[in-house]
T-cell receptor, first 115, second 115 residues
Framework: KAGVTQTPRYLIKTRGQQVTLSCSPI?????VSWYQQTPGQGLQFLFE???????NKGNFPGRFSGRQFSNSRSEMNVSTLELGDSALYLC??????????????FGPGTRLLVL | AQKITQTQPGMFVQEKEAVTLDCTYD???????LFWYKQPSSGEMIFLIY??????QNATEGRYSLNFQKARKSANLVISASQLGDSAMYFC????????????FGQGTELSVKP
């Protein structure tokens, strides 16, 4: 099976712009979760989508949003970019039907640099 | 309050020796899962091993084993016969039953394997 894919891999934006990141989960996986990784804050959960519905949300401002399509692909959008949004954005997928036992498999990440 | 604590920011180990990476966790949930991930410098998070809160035996996956001490709320990762390719960041993570797909990560331990 193909793994989780994320596009683009690298992105440079300027403050005030918006950005959209894409994630394609492992075939058959219906849950997609997004994480932000920074040197200062570590890995933080952004949100999870399952069957096109947001199932869980972390403590991020409303500038961070996401959606999931019927084929389980997910997009994450950040509006009005700030310097502090520079980070590695990781997407993870899992079947989504089991509770805490399910393993999440991660994509290679998108490195966003905001200038 | 920190839910996952990794107290070793950096560790060194000689090639072919065993190493233990520490992880303690905090949860009031009875049902939860504990995961270890490896993150090489490329950025991708690689799943290593899983331990469920009800599992009575310690999990093992090849050279990786998890030393699970439920009463002490610790889930240490043991890597046997270290290899140069094991040099990476290692993250301990927890998934609680009532939190859907949300993974809570520790700050990580950077492991360096010396030849």
């Amino acid at each position: 099976k193909a793994g989780v894919t994320q596009t683009p891999r690298y992105l440079i934006k300027t403050r005030g712009q918006q950005v959209t990141l894409s994630c394609s989960p492992i075939s058959g996986h219906r849950s997609v979760s997004w994480y932000q990784q920074t040197p200062g804050q570590g890995l933080q959960f952004l949100f999870e989508y399952f069957s096109e519905t947001q199932r869980n949300k972390g403590n991020f401002p409303g500038r961070f949003s996401g959606r999931q399509f019927s084929n389980s692909r997910s997009e994450m959008n950040v509006s009005t970019l700030e310097l502090g949004d520079s980070a590695l954005y990781l997407c993870a997928s899992s079947p989504g039907t089991g509770p805490y036992q399910e393993t999440q498999y991660f994509g290679p990440g998108t490195r966003l640099l905001v200038l | 309050a920190q839910k996952i604590t990794q107290t070793q920011p950096g560790m060194f180990v000689q090639e072919k020796e065993a190493v233990t990476l520490d992880c303690t966790y905090d949860t009031s949930d009875q049902s939860y899962g504990l995961f270890w991930y490896k993150q090489p410098s490329s950025g991708e998070m690689i799943f290593l091993i899983y331990q469920g809160s009800y599992d009575e035996q310690n999990a093992t996956e090849g050279r990786y084993s998890l030393n699970f001490q439920k009463a002490r709320k610790s889930a240490n990762l043991v890597i046997s016969a270290s290899q140069l390719g094991d040099s990476a960041m290692y993250f301990c993570a927890m998934r609680e039953n009532n939190q859907g797909g949300k993974l809570i990560f520790g700050q990580g331990t950077e492991l360096s394997v010396k030849p």
